[in-house]
C-alpha cells in the first residue's frame, strides 16, 4: 500500500482477500468486486500461479488496486511487485520482507496481534498492520489497541462480514478485510460474476449501515 493504495482502502474502508485455487477469469473477476464498490483487491501466494493473476488484474481493472498476501519470502515479495502488486501483506512481522517493501517503493501490512507485535511491524516498516484473527478478538479489542496507539492503521481480518463489518470500524480499525463473505472459490468456478458484485455490493453498504 503506497500511500495512494492505502488511501483508497480507507476510503472504501475494506480490502477483499482472494483465496482459490484456480481463478477462471481474472479480469471478470477483478471487474465484478470494483463494481461492487471495493478497489482494494488482494491475491494471495496459496493461488497457483498468483503472479500471472496480478499481471492480469493490473492489466483489467485501473481502478482496482491489486496487492499479494502470504508473503513470506523475500523472493515472492520481489516477483509480486514485478507482477504489478502495489502492497503486500504478510501473516505475521518478517523483517526480510519489510527490507523488501522499502527496497521496492511499496507498502506493507503485517499481521500481528497484541500491541508488542504491531509496535514490531512498524519498526519494520508497515504502513498498516493486520491484525488477524480479528472475529477473536472483536471489536473492543480495537479500542484498547487505539488507546496507546492511536495512529496506527489496524485492518481487521478473519471472520468479518456483514453482520460485524461495522462493529470493528467504530470500534477504530481503519478498514475490514472481506474473504469469503464476498467472494467464494464456488463463486469464481461457477464464474458468478454478477453474484459476487452483488455480495460485495451487500458488504459495502453494511459498513455505513
Not at 182 to 191: C, G, K, S
Amino acid at each position: 500500500m503506497t500511500a495512494s493504495s492505502l488511501d483508497v482502502i480507507g476510503r472504501d474502508r475494506a480490502v477483499v482477500v482472494i483465496r482459490a485455487d484456480t481463478i477462471p477469469d481474472t479480469a471478470a473477476l477483478v471487474h465484478a468486486l470494483v463494481e461492487g464498490g471495493i478497489h482494494g483487491i488482494e491475491f494471495t501466494f496459496t493461488t497457483p500461479d498468483v503472479e500471472r493473476h496480478v499481471r492480469a488484474a493490473v492489466a483489467a481493472e485501473p481502478l482496482a488496486v491489486i496487492g499479494v498476501g502470504t508473503v513470506l519470502r523475500r523472493e515472492q515479495a520481489l516477483t509480486a511487485v514485478e507482477a504489478g502488486a502495489r502492497f503486500l501483506v504478510t501473516p505475521g512481522i518478517l523483517p526480510e520482507i519489510g527490507r523488501a517493501a522499502d527496497e521496492a517503493g511499496v507498502a506493507l501490512a503485517m499481521g500481528a496481534f497484541t500491541p508488542s507485535e504491531v509496535m514490531q511491524a512498524l519498526e519494520h516498516g508497515a504502513e498498516a498492520v493486520k491484525i488477524f484473527p480479528a472475529e477473536s478478538a472483536g471489536p473492543r479489542f480495537f479500542s484498547h489497541l487505539r488507546g496507546p496507539l492511536p495512529g496506527v492503521k489496524l485492518i481487521a481480518s478473519g471472520g468479518i462480514d456483514e453482520g460485524n463489518a461495522r462493529a470493528f470500524l467504530d470500534a477504530g480499525a481503519y478498514a475490514v478485510t472481506a474473504g469469503s463473505s464476498v467472494v467464494t472459490p464456488a463463486l469464481i468456478d461457477a464464474r458468478d460474476w454478477s453474484g459476487i458484485t452483488r455480495r460485495a455490493r451487500s458488504f459495502v453498504a453494511a459498513l455505513s449501515a
